[in-house]
Structures are given as structure tokens and as C-alpha cells.
């Protein structure tokens, strides 16, 4: 359904994302994972056309969405890793211009928007300015725009940043069902056991490249059992955890 | 030590947050505010020192009262200018909820962070005073005759009068502001002050750009007309009383020159002039006191208000749920139903109505365009403005144009408005459901613009219109104000291909050239227009058959000046021209 082909991008003569390529299909949950500044927000911009590709293309059922852009954002829903809204707008008027900007017809919108603001815990502060928000908040409030217009195609950049427990719980479910009802899923995320738990197909990135790509269940063979911690640990860090922490807690016992 | 960072923090804070964008370069828009802050003054120095140069012999008697028409002018700019200062900074006046959070979780005393913004303002607040100050004082010797020569001692005292007298006006201007405020936060409370604090800033930058505009005009024959016996305004207008403070402290150094005989253009008149200078003594001494007195209350008003209002680091204002009345449900119908009947209509229509009023840079453009155009109305219709016209056919022209000159000026604002992004960064809302048909988005944003910024203005207009020309006339001038609006806002719009209130602001490029000409056919037009206007409306019929020809004609041209483009397309281009990567939105396609 959605494909990355060979997608690169360069700031300044830099590489941060290096000939990357993989398939989304219907149904299916990809989990996008990598250290932070591998690429992975990056990979995901270039995805919904917020940012150009240095080279390389993105499909959608086999067709260039750079084409007809305006057709694939119609069947996509993004969350980015930042929560950037108009501050000064209700989370209420903040959806009803991301459904008319969609054109969703006005009565199905308003009562859409009043029950997933009612199902994400935002009916309390539905009338609050969205700059009087908490993180979590402010990503229910995207997340419900991404859903708003049953979108085919899902780019989920780290969504679970700054929820809480319950609504990380249901954003896990929302996934899986969502992924059941046909929608092709990307879901980039630090938290390990939700991609391990929600995701049938996981990508690692690392400095720009695709250094792994398969199930979870593949990947665990790959690297020798273990956790999807232990696989990503293989695969990524060059530093021995335990010895950074004891560092850390080194440098700062130091009063002198 | 700690004190000094946090007023440097608060100072920094001002210049990269609150007065400046926290994208713009603080050094460069620094320089830039600077440097018209005393090119400014320094040019209104040159002028007022000028009518000096030409007048070398100009006898002390005289140059006394021309004197005074300077301290009006300086002390009364020193004022606004700081006033407008206090009205710009205004949230940021007072601590806010992310001081809370940033400093409110370190171990610092609550007193120490709120005497160190205080400090921070108060730095702020002098260095623009004796920045707009500056020059006008070290010219200040300049601006007397040549052949008058007060001497070493005169010349200290004046400039030292006049510095003082600047500065306290000016201190005066902006602890009024700052009283305003702190006062309405301490009686109403931080929630209810929170939802009228933007409505009051809008109408005091009006107020205050209209009285900043209007000055150059008001600041002549002061002695004759301001402060002429009987005259009520006198002792209720601020300027008055410290042009009275620096009278009693320097008024003697030029009025006890000694008299030589003048030349025979001046023979007359300086013998008069001395006398009626002389006789306005007793008031000087009674505005003099009524500037002491007025400038402690504003300072005590404004220490007691800030104190009481920061006996606690304030928390972020969380608003009670808001109803849904019956009266906003009936708008919106109306607005679903009429106004903008489809989705993206609405989302131009909604989007433009909550953006106007809510953000700072949108409120203060409107403001000023609401300023110039009151200001212009004034001034061109001076004393006919309360003048009842009972002859159809004698109205003046003026009356009937000032309709047309203040819509022409808050519609320019309200383009100037559109052109600048709501919030550039949450742009990509845009983007990613942007399905590239600007035409019904921006017939929103044209729609809601006339009915927020223009039908206020008509009803305004039309309230005094209804007093000075009778209602049958006020009616059918109104009518010509709502079709001239509609189609100045069409044109306005011509061939607009940005995405309002989303796509980044573009300077124009040709402003200098095509601003002079605007303005000139602005003019001319809405005097023509009142022309046609007044010789119609003697007799209805024959009113409504211009209004609707014009109608027709003029709206035949815009649709097909706006058409051409369709023609020959440009891309849509919704990406700003910044070449900054760090602000590219990338909301092309």
C-alpha cells in the first residue's frame, strides 16, 4: 500500500536519511524504531509530504504521491512528534477547522468531534484554549485530528510522547483495531514493549539507514532471543548503558 | 548576583519574546526599533528647530508663546509614545504562568522574582524614555532664535527643564498604562480581567495611535486655544500639566530676555504675546502641581495594584466551560446557512473571526488601520464633525468621504492582517489538508473580515452619520458604505494567491512606490464618490439608480481583473519565501 523507494534526504551536504525503502501493507502495523536523530521524523515528514526527498519516492497503491498530493493526504492521518497547534483556538474549533478543511459535512463532523473528544478524555476541556494544554493533551488533540476523516494510511510519529497510561493502553488497542479494519499503519515510538506488543513488522534505523527490517518474532532469532530491548540494543548502541548511567551518577555526586 | 540575572532574564525576555518575534534576529529588529525611535525624534527635532532658524528675530515675547506650542508637541509625543510602549508590552506587564513554571520551581524568593521584573520593566520603560527623549533635548538650544541668547546658566536650565519634563510625561504615559491594567487584574481578578485585557488593549492602541497622529495638528496657538481662559479641557488634559511644570521651571529664562526694540513685523503682536504669556503664570503654577500630584498617584496606584496582584506567582487561568447560547447557536446556523455555506468557506470564515482577536500582531494592525482611518476622518472633516447639516445639497464633501477614507483604512489593515501568518509553525495544519481551492477558503476569510472589521466601523459611522445628516440620508449612506466595502474588499483580494492568515508574510517589495499612489487614488476616490454621492441624494430614485450602475460596473471589472489570473495560473504557492531552513514550512503541493 504505502512504499518508501529508496528515500533520501540531505541538509547541508549531510545524510540523515540514506537510501531507505520498505512497504506498508493493508492491515499491517509497522514499528518504526531508532535512537534519536537516526532519521525516523525525518523518514516520516518526507512520507506526508512535509518535507521534500532529496531523492528517491513514496507510492501509495503503486502511485508517485507526488503526483497527486492533494489525493494522498486525503487518505492519510499524521501525528507528528511535536504537538504544534494554534494555541490561541479550542481543541473544539481546532478540529472543526482540520474536518473543514477536509470538507467532512458539518453535522457528521460536530458529533464526531464531540464523541472522540468524549472517548480521549478531552470532553472536560473541549472549550479550553489548546496553549493552556498539558503535552498528553495536546497529543489527544492530534491524534483525534489524524482520525478525524478515517484516514487509509496512518503516520504515527511517536503519538504515545507524553500520553498517559490509560490512553497509551488505548492508543495501543486503537492500532491493532484500527489495523484489523483494513489501515496501513507506521508507528514510530521509543517505548519498546508497545511496539513489540502492537506492531507485526518492526523497522530499526540507525544513522540514516535501515539496519533491520522483519517480525519481531524474526528479529529475536536474528540477534539470538532476547527481548525486542535486547534486539534494539544489539542493533544500535554502541554504548554500554550501564556504564553511561554509573557515569552519570558519577559526574553528578561530584561537589567539588 | 542572582537579582541581576533574573533582570537580565526578564530584560532578554522582552526583547526576544514579548516585544520582538522569538524567530526575528534580536539584533537586527534591536537596531531597526532603535534607530526610528530616534530618527524619528531626531526629525521632529529638526523641524521644530527650523521654524527658529527662519525666524532669527523672532522677540522673546513671541518665541515664549511658539515655545509653548513645542512643549506640547514633545511632552504629548513623550506620553503616547510610552503609553504605546506600555500598551505593546501589556501581558507581559505582569508576571505569567510560565514564569511559574520556570523560575517558580527554583529556590528563589517570590519577592526577589517579582522586584527583579519589576526592575526589568522599569529599565525597559527608561531606556525608551531617554531613547525618544534624546535628541529633541541636545537640540533644545537650537530651537530658539539666534538673536536671543539666554546664557550659560539659561541654556542649562533649558535643556535640563525640558529633559525632566519629557521624562516625567513620558513616565507619566506608561504608569498610566500600567495602572490600567494592574488596577482592572486586582479588582476584577485575573480570570474575569483575562477576557476583556485584549478588547482594552485594542482600544487603547487605537485611542493612542489616533492621538499620536492627530498631535502635529493640535500642537499650534496652544496658548490661544488650550490653554485660553474658560477653556474646561484645560486641567483634564495630562500634556497641559506638564507643559505647566516646565513653564514654572523655565518659563522665565526666555520671557526675561530683555526687550529691545523689535522690527516692525513684530511690533504689535510681541507686546500682546508677552502680555497673554505672562497672564497664563497663575496656571502654569496650578498644572505644575496637578503633574506632581498625578504622576505620584499613577506611581503609588501602579506599586500598590502590581504588589497586591503578585502575592502569588500566578498559576495559567483555566476558563469555566462555556455555554452554548441560544443567540450563538443562531449565528452559527447563520453563518453555516448564509455566510459561508461550504466547508471550506467555514473554515476561511471561522479561522479569520477567532484569529483577528486573539492574536496580538493581527489586534495591533487592526488597531492602528482603525487609528489612521480615525485620524484621517478628523482631520479632514475638522470642525464640521458635530455640525448638524440640515441643506442635502451643502453637505460638505468631507463629511460624506469619511466614510469611505476610514473603510479604505481598516480594509488596507485588515489585508496587511491576512498576509501575516496566525502561527507559522502550526502552518502544517494547513498543509496537510490543503486540497489547493483557495477561492471558497478565501471568500471566508473576506466575509468574516468585512463583518468583524468593517460592519463595527459602518455602525459606528452610521450612528454619528445619523446625528449630523438626519436618518433618511444616514441610511443611504450607509448603503454606499456596505457596497463601497464589499467592492474595495473584492479588489483588495484581486488576485490574492497566498494562503491567508497561514502562508508566510512577504514584505511588498514596491511598497514605497505603490504606498504614495494608493493613498492619492484612496483620496480621490472616496472624494469623487462623495461627490457623485452628494448630488444623488437629493432624490432617492435617482440614488438607488447610481448605487446599483456603480454596483454592476465596478463589480463586472474586479470579477474580471480577478478572472485574468485563471487564465494564466501561478502555482499555488502556500511555501514561504524565508530562505531561512530553519523556517522552511515546506507547505508547497
Redesign the interface.
Known amino acids: 500500500m504505502l512504499q518508501a523507494q529508496h528515500l533520501v534526504k540531505r ?2 551536504g549531510i545524510t540523515v536519511v540514506n537510501d531507505v525503502s520498505f512497504e506498508v501493507r493493508r492491515g499491517e502495523v509497522v514499528g518504526y524504531l531508532g535512537p534519536n536523530g537516526s532519521g525516523k521524523s525525518t523518514t516520516a515528514k518526507m512520507l ?5 526527498a532529496s531523492s528517491g519516492a513514496v507510492c501509495l497503491d503503486g502511485h508517485d504521491v ?1 503526483r497527486d ?2 489525493r494522498f ?2 487518505r ?1 492521518g ?1 501525528v ?1 512528534e511535536e504537538p ?6 479550542s481543541a473544539v ?2 478540529l ?11 453535522t457528521h463532523l460536530a458529533k464526531k468531534i464531540g464523541a472522540l473528544l468524549e472517548l480521549f478524555g478531552l470532553s ?1 476541556a ?4 489548546i496553549g ?1 494544554f498539558s503535552k498528553g493533551m495536546k497529543q489527544r488533540v492530534m491524534l483525534i ?1 489524524a482520525l478525524l476523516h478515517d484516514p487509509d494510511v496512518l503516520i504515527l510519529d511517536e503519538p504515545d510522547s507524553g500520553l498517559d497510561v490509560t490512553t497509551t493502553l488505548v492508543l495501543r488497542q486503537l492500532i491493532v483495531t484500527l489495523a484489523r479494519r483494513g489501515k496501513a499503519i507506521l508507528y514510530s515510538s521509543h517505548v519498546l514493549e508497545l511496539v513489540e506488543k502492537a506492531c507485526d513488522r518492526v523497522l530499526v534505523i540507525h544513522q540514516g539507514k535501515i539496519v533491520a527490517d522483519g517480525t519481531i518474532d524474526a528479529l529475536q532469532h536474528l540477534v539470538s532471543g532476547g527481548s525486542l530491548e535486547e534486539v534494539f540494543s544489539q542493533l544500535v548502541l554502541s554504548d554500554n548503558p550501564e556504564r553511561t548511567a554509573t557515569d552519570i551518577a558519577d559526574v553528578v555526586a561530584d561537589h567539588a | 548576583m542572582r537579582s541581576r540575572l533574573l533582570v537580565r532574564h526578564f530584560l532578554l525576555r522582552f526583547l526576544e519574546h514579548d516585544l520582538v518575534s522569538p524567530n526575528a534576529d534580536r539584533h537586527e529588529v534591536l537596531a531597526a526599533v532603535g534607530g526610528t525611535l530616534l530618527s524619528v525624534s531626531l526629525f521632529l527635532s529638526m523641524i521644530t528647530m527650523l521654524q527658529y532658524q527662519f525666524s532669527n528675530f523672532l522677540p522673546p515675547g513671541l518665541t515664549s508663546l511658539r515655545s509653548l506650542d513645542d512643549r506640547f508637541l514633545w511632552v504629548s509625543a513623550s506620553m503616547l509614545v510610552m503609553a504605546l510602549l506600555a500598551v505593546a508590552l501589556w501581558d507581559s506587564l505582569a508576571l505569567d504562568a510560565r514564569d511559574t513554571a520556570v523560575l517558580g520551581v527554583l529556590p528563589i524568593p517570590r519577592s526577589a522574582i517579582t522586584r527583579s521584573k519589576f526592575v526589568a520593566i522599569a529599565l525597559l520603560a527608561a531606556g525608551t524614555d531617554i531613547g525618544w527623549n534624546f535628541a529633541p533635548t541636545l537640540l533644545r538650544t537650537w530651537s530658539l532664535p539666534l538673536t536671543l541668547r539666554p546664557g550659560f546658566r539659561g541654556v542649562v536650565i533649558l535643556v535640563l527643564s525640558h529633559f525632566l519634563t519629557t521624562l516625567a510625561a513620558g513616565a507619566f504615559g506608561f504608569l498610566s498604562v500600567f495602572a490600567l491594567r494592574e488596577g482592572l487584574t486586582a479588582v476584577l481578578g485575573r480570570d474575569r480581567f483575562s477576557s476583556i485585557s485584549s478588547t482594552l488593549q485594542a482600544i487603547l492602541l487605537v485611542a493612542l495611535t489616533s492621538a499620536l497622529l492627530l498631535l502635529p495638528g493640535s500642537s499650534t496657538r496652544v496658548a490661544q486655544t488650550w490653554l485660553a481662559p474658560n477653556t474646561t479641557i484645560t486641567k483634564a488634559l495630562p500634556p497641559l500639566w506638564f507643559v505647566g511644570l516646565h513653564e514654572t521651571m523655565a518659563g522665565s529664562v526666555i520671557d526675561g530676555l530683555p526687550r529691545t526694540r523689535p522690527g516692525p513685523l513684530y511690533l504689535g503682536n510681541e507686546r500682546e504675546a508677552t502680555a497673554l504669556y505672562r497672564s497664563l503664570s497663575p496656571l502654569y503654577r496650578e498644572l505644575r502641581r496637578l503633574a506632581m500630584a498625578a504622576l505620584a498617584i499613577v506611581l503609588v496606584l501602579t506599586i500598590a495594584a502590581a504588589a497586591w496582584n503578585s502575592r502569588r506567582l500566578p498559576v ?4 469555566r ?2 455555554r452554548t447560547l441560544a443567540v450563538a447557536r443562531a449565528w452559527r446556523w447563520t453563518v ?1 446557512h448564509v455566510l459561508a455555506t ?3 468557506q ?2 476561511g470564515f ?2 479569520t473571526l ?2 483577528l482577536p ?2 496580538v500582531t493581527h489586534r495591533a494592525v487592526l488597531a492602528s488601520a482603525t487609528a489612521v482611518g480615525l485620524s484621517l476622518m478628523i482631520v479632514t472633516v475638522r470642525e464640521g464633525i458635530l455640525t448638524i447639516q440640515t441643506d442635502v445639497a451643502e453637505v460638505p464633501l468631507a463629511i460624506l468621504a469619511a466614510q469611505s477614507l476610514v473603510l479604505a483604512s481598516v480594509l488596507t489593515g485588515f489585508r496587511h492582517a491576512a498576509q501575516l501568518p ?2 507559522l ?2 502552518s ?9 481551492d483557495l477561492r471558497p ?1 478565501l471568500s471566508g476569510v473576506k466575509r468574516a473580515g468585512w463583518i468583524a472589521v468593517v460592519l463595527p466601523v459602518l455602525a459606528g459611522l452610521f450612528v454619528w452619520h445619523s446625528i449630523v445628516l438626519g436618518v433618511r440620508v444616514a441610511i443611504l449612506h450607509f448603503t454606499t458604505g456596505v457596497v463601497f466595502s464589499a467592492l474595495m474588499i473584492e479588489v483588495l483580494f484581486a488576485r490574492y494567491r497566498r494562503v491567508p492568515l497561514v502562508s508566510a508574510y512577504v514584505p511588498s517589495s514596491d511598497l514605497k512606490s505603490r504606498g504614495p499612489a494608493y493613498v492619492g487614488l484612496v483620496l480621490l476616490l472616496s472624494y469623487a464618490l462623495a461627490w457623485i454621492e452628494r448630488s444623488a441624494l437629493a432624490a432617492t430614485p435617482a440614488y438607488v439608480f447610481v448605487l446599483v450602475g456603480g454596483v454592476i460596473g465596478l463589480s463586472a471589472g474586479v470579477a474580471a481583473f480577478d478572472r485574468a489570473q485563471i487564465f494564466s495560473p501561478r502555482a499555488l504557492d502556500l511555501d514561504e519565501d524565508v530562505p531561512s ?1 530553519t523556517q522552511r ?2 507547505l508547497a ?1
Open positions: 541538509f547541508f506526508t509530504g512535509l518535507l521534500d507526488s498530493p492533494v493526504r486525503q492519510l499524521y507528528p504544534i497547534l494554534y494555541t490561541f483556538q474549533e481546532y472543526e477547522l482540520v474536518g473543514r478543511l477536509r470538507e467532512l459535512p458539518a472536560h473541549a472549550n479550553q484554549d493552556s485530528a | 495559567p487561568v483555566v476558563r466551560p462555556r453555516a461550504s466547508s471550506l467555514q473554515a471561522w479561522f477567532q484569529t486573539r492574536r496566525a502561527e509553525k502550526a502544517s495544519t494547513f498543509s496537510l489538508t490543503w486540497n489547493r477558503y531552513p514550512l515546506n503541493g
